[in-house]
């Protein structure tokens, strides 16, 4: 038998080296991307809308994200970044976070969770309609993917109704903006390492893009402390948090590995609705999400023929 102090040593020196591998730093992430529907959930009492969650989301969020990176002491960019591009990255940022409000509204977060993670496929099939020839191993994951939706979606409660087509078509939506997220991203930063200010000023260029929506529109004040700390929770831990903890986990992993790890986060989102939310997957859907996933260690196997992935916020 060990003695506990020999085990709290062995426990220390395996943090260590996950810490200093960058696992348990894109582990970290997932897990704040995973409570984002948890914070909605909460938010629902309170009668904010979509539009209302989004704009507080990035009001929030741009000030620390700054703040994060003048603590960090992150260097200055070495070149000229993209300010048009982060323009469009910003706008599809602010499309993916309303249209992920409002799905988690019209369906369980389960389903949501899975749904969403068929973006990877997307991506895919977005560059072989660009030219980019796929691989076996890429057609095999668009197949388990149709599958893993069709199961996923049927499996639900009550059946597809239990969605309905509206629910399904802000879940594809939602999937379709992280995809152009992803290609968009790796487009307009190919040669540039400035990545931390990347994901800042994206995050800015959201803001920017909802605040005349936001202003038009009327967004509701809260007025009660709850809802204000759930908001912040929603900001900063699932959105500042996040975002530097994948972009440090890429640095030392390197891009494909730390997007194979990012795969927990849609197996975390529905361990933690089914703890904290009481919401489960349904049996049908067990084998979808199966599917959905291994779609997804696929695709980040498979051979490229061309470019390079890169990180994203959701």
Not at 198 to 227: C, G, H, K
Not at 259 to 267: D, F, H, K, Y
Request: proline share 5%; hydrophobic share 55%.
């Amino acid at each position: 038998m060990l003695s506990l102090s020999v085990r709290r040593n062995r426990l220390r020196a395996s943090a260590r080296l996950l810490r200093r591998s960058g696992v348990l730093y894109i582990l970290t992430g997932s897990l704040g991307y995973a409570f984002l529907p948890v914070w909605v959930r909460w938010l629902e009492p309170s009668g904010l809308t979509a539009l209302d969650m989004t704009f507080w989301r990035y009001l929030l969020a741009v000030p620390a994200v700054w703040a994060t990176l003048a603590l960090l002491g992150t260097p200055a960019p070495a070149k000229a970044l993209p300010w048009r591009g982060f323009l469009v990255l910003g706008l599809i940022l602010a499309a993916t976070a309303l249209s992920a409000f409002i799905g988690l509204q019209l369906m369980p977060v389960p389903t949501y969770a899975l749904l969403i993670y068929s973006y990877p496929a997307q991506v895919a099939f977005i560059n072989y309609l660009l030219g980019e020839r796929l691989s076996r191993r890429s057609w095999l994951a668009l197949l388990a993917t149709s599958s893993g939706i069709l199961l996923t979606l049927y499996g639900v409660e009550g059946g597809f109704a239990g969605i309905g087509l509206p629910g399904a078509i802000v879940a594809f939506l939602n999937a379709l903006f992280i995809a152009l997220y992803f290609l968009v991203n790796s487009r307009i930063m190919r040669g540039n390492a400035a990545i931390q200010h990347a994901a800042a000023w994206a995050t800015t260029a959201a803001l920017i893009i909802i605040l005349p929506f936001s202003l038009f529109a009327r967004v509701t004040i809260p007025t009660d402390m709850v809802t204000w700390l759930w908001l912040t929770c929603l900001a900063v831990w699932s959105t500042v948090m996040p975002i530097f903890m994948y972009m440090t986990g890429i640095q030392r992993l390197g891009s494909s590995r730390a997007a194979i790890l990012s795969t927990s986060e849609p197996v975390l989102t529905s361990v933690i609705a089914l703890l904290i939310l009481g919401e489960a997957l349904q049996p049908l859907q067990i084998p979808g999400g199966a599917l959905i996933v291994l779609s997804i260690l696929l695709l980040r196997a498979a051979p490229r023929s061309s470019g390079k992935g890169a990180a994203a916020g959701a």
